[in-house]
């Protein structure tokens, strides 16, 4: 079965600290891609990132950077000089690959992260 | 493009009452899906689409109904409103197989509290 896990529940910090978001992940499937969702205050989901099962390069988003690492199942995140306007709930999620269908579309999340950086 | 779109965006039902949360996109996607948010729990799914006329059961269907007659619409209907439905329901849709990215698109979400 497909499951995500994010043990931090909540993660707070001064600003201009850097944090890691933890991402563990269990699938069966060879082929998957992981996601990062940020949901802000207001609500809405805002994708962040999605890597597929094939690539393991990190990559880097200005201040976003994503560590993916099949050997222990995880796909952590890294917010370098956090800022107030991170402050926001981040989902990490899975999914397999498309099979025309099939539920192989959907998304399994994990229970979030609620990260409070204060000024 | 309006991409995803809910309405309405908040809702105040009493037991036992029914209803219907819309759920509209106009990226011609095949793909469509129904999660629901609570409190520590992350989205769950609902209930999913592969398109127009295919409808399959998420992780927690029961007390919900689909239905998919176009590619653009995916309503959710409520028929009997519970307590326990008491949250906030996103609606999603995503690329055909075509496409090799499985990216979601989501919409704004609907906050539904049941009394």
């Known amino acids: 079965a497909q499951k995500v896990t994010q043990a931090q529940t909540e993660i707070s910090v001064v600003e201009k600290e850097d944090v890691t978001l933890d991402c563990v992940y269990e699938t069966r499937d060879t082929t998957y891609y992981l996601f990062w969702y940020k949901q802000p205050p207001s609500g809405e989901l805002v994708f962040l990132i999605r890597r597929n099962s094939f690539d393991e390069q990190n990559e880097i988003s200005g201040r976003y950077s994503w560590n993916f690492q099949k050997s222990t199942s995880s796909f952590n995140f890294t917010i370098t000089a956090s800022q107030v306007v991170d402050s926001a709930v981040y989902f990490c999620?899975?999914?397999?690959?498309?099979?025309?269908?099939?539920?192989?579309?959907?998304?399994?999340f994990g229970k979030g992260t609620k990260l409070s950086v204060k000024p | 493009n309006a991409g995803v779109t809910q309405t309405p965006k908040f809702q105040v039902l009493k037991t036992g009452q029914s209803m219907t949360l819309q759920c509209a996109q106009d990226m011609n996607h095949e793909y469509m899906s129904w999660y629901r948010q609570d409190p520590g729990m992350g989205l769950r799914l609902i209930h999913y689409s592969v398109g127009a006329g295919i409808t399959d059961q998420g992780e927690v269907p029961n007390g919900y109904n689909v239905s998919r007659s176009t590619t653009e619409d995916f309503p959710l209907r409520l028929l009997s409103a519970a307590p326990s439905q008491t949250s906030v329901y996103f609606c999603a849709s995503s690329y055909t197989p075509v496409s090799p990215v499985n990216e979601q698109f989501f919409g704004p979400g609907t906050r539904l509290t049941v009394l």
């Open positions: 999620a899975l999914s397999e690959a498309w099979n025309y269908g099939g539920s192989q579309g959907n998304l399994i």
